[in-house]
Each structure stands twice: as structure tokens, then as C-alpha cells.
């Protein structure tokens, strides 16, 4: 099944903006939104946003999400160490009645 | 306080099944989905499908239609995810997920278990 279409890597400084980019179509982003995950080496995905911009309970202000058009983004704000980790973006594909995913960004905090 | 705790990590042989287990607390079991996904080694993760546990039925992942069977036992708030014919490239992180959002199933992902390591090899 199709799925979203995530950059492999971004490097960013200590305190810099990372910005983070998925691409799906009209019938999973464009359509239902995205939900964006964060993932620790050997640890489950963590809820970071859903629907677009929404962040749950505890999560840091300094995380934004957005959406253009079939294209949703994950803003981070002022890096920190903890915040070296896998990325994932993730929607609901009304065309295929499947859950789909983005391969995954590893973000580098340099 | 919402919990999802999967049973023990397996090892099996190829061509045999695994049933792994996911008990939920901390809610009302039967009014939200519980989805399964995977994660190879060192890969992204992969949409298995979803299991209604109010009614109990059933999506599958076009990809998994034939091997995989999701049941719930809602006397004791538990989802299952059994898989059948395994190869050794099923060996990955079995991953249960509720939905949020009261009987939706195509909603976002909020608890997530911890994950149970299957391997399959010879």
C-alpha cells in the first residue's frame, strides 16, 4: 500500500528550527490530516500532534504542526539533545481504508 | 491512567504461528479501536490493521489478508493479534495502538504498547 513520503535525514544545530516534511495525496493528508510521532531507539512511537496541529497533553510548545495542501510539516523550535530521534508522520487513507505511514525522518541534533 | 502491556517476546520457526497478546487498562475497553502495527529492524512501521473490541470486527492490511486474524477477549480487556506462516521477514517489533476518539477507527494513535519482538528464524 502507498505510503507518505518523509526525507531520510535533517541535521540541525543545538537550539536551531528544524522543520520536517510529509507528502501524501487528497486521500490521506490532503483529506484527513496528519498525525506526527516520535520514536526513541527501542522505545514505542510517542504521540506528538494529530490532526495537523493539535498537540496532546504534555507535549512541548516548542513542537508546531501545519498542513498545505497534501503536504503536512512538524515544526521544533529551540533543539534540544532529547530531541535527536525518529520521526514519523501518519494518516488515515479513506481510498484504501488502511492506516498509512511515512518512511521516518532521523533528526540530528548537532 | 491509560496502559497497554503486550505479552513476552517469541521466537518461532518459519511456517509457525504467533499469537501476541495486548491488555489494556485504565479505560472502557470497548469504545475504542485497537490497531496493530509492525517495525522490522532498523524500519519504519507497517499498518497490520485494526480490531473493532466492541463488536469485533475486523480491517486487515491488504498485504497481511490471509495470515493474520485479530480477536479480543473484552472479559479481560484484551486484544490479539495472531499471525500464521511466518517467514523470516515478519521477525520485527509487534506494536499494539488504541485510536482516540470513542469508536472511531480510523483515528489517531494515542497509547501505544510496548512493543513485543518476534522472531522467526530456523
Known amino acids: 500500500q502507498a505510503g507518505l513520503t518523509q526525507p531520510p535525514s535533517v541535521s540541525k544545530g543545538l537550539r536551531q528550527t528544524a522543520t520536517l516534511t510529509c507528502t501524501g495525496n487528497s486521500n490521506n493528508v490532503g483529506n484527513q490530516g496528519a498525525a506526527w510521532l516520535q520514536q526513541h531507539q527501542g522505545h514505542p512511537p510517542k504521540l506528538l500532534s494529530y490532526r495537523n496541529n493539535n498537540r496532546p497533553s504534555g507535549i512541548s510548545e516548542r513542537l508546531s504542526a501545519s498542513r498545505s495542501g497534501n503536504t503536512a510539516s512538524l515544526t521544533i523550535t529551540g533543539l534540544q539533545p532529547e530531541d535527536e530521534a525518529d520521526y514519523y508522520c501518519?494518516?488515515?487513507?479513506?481510498?484504501?481504508?488502511?492506516?498509512?505511514f511515512g518512511g521516518g525522518t532521523k533528526l540530528t541534533v548537532l | 491512567q491509560v496502559q497497554l502491556v503486550q505479552s513476552g517476546a517469541e521466537v518461532k520457526k518459519p511456517g509457525a504461528s504467533v499469537k501476541v497478546s495486548c491488555k489494556a487498562s485504565?479505560?472502557?475497553?470497548?469504545?475504542?479501536?485497537m490497531h496493530w502495527v509492525r517495525q522490522a529492524p532498523g524500519q519504519g512501521l507497517e499498518w497490520m490493521g485494526w480490531?473493532?473490541?466492541?463488536?469485533?470486527?475486523?480491517n486487515y492490511a491488504q498485504k497481511f489478508q490471509g495470515r493474520v486474524t485479530m480477536t479480543r477477549d473484552t472479559s479481560i480487556s484484551t486484544a490479539y493479534m495472531e499471525l500464521s506462516r511466518l517467514r523470516s521477514d515478519d521477525t520485527a517489533v509487534y506494536y499494539c495502538?488504541?485510536?482516540?476518539?470513542?469508536?472511531?477507527?480510523?483515528?489517531?494513535?494515542?497509547?501505544w504498547g510496548q512493543g513485543t519482538l518476534v522472531t522467526v528464524s530456523s
Open positions: 495502538a488504541r485510536v482516540m476518539g470513542w469508536l472511531r477507527p480510523g483515528g489517531d494513535f494515542d497509547y
Open positions: 501518519s494518516a488515515w487513507d479513506s481510498s484504501l481504508s488502511a492506516r498509512v
Open positions: 480490531i473493532n473490541p466492541n463488536s469485533g470486527g475486523t
Open positions: 485504565g479505560y472502557t475497553f470497548t469504545g475504542y479501536y
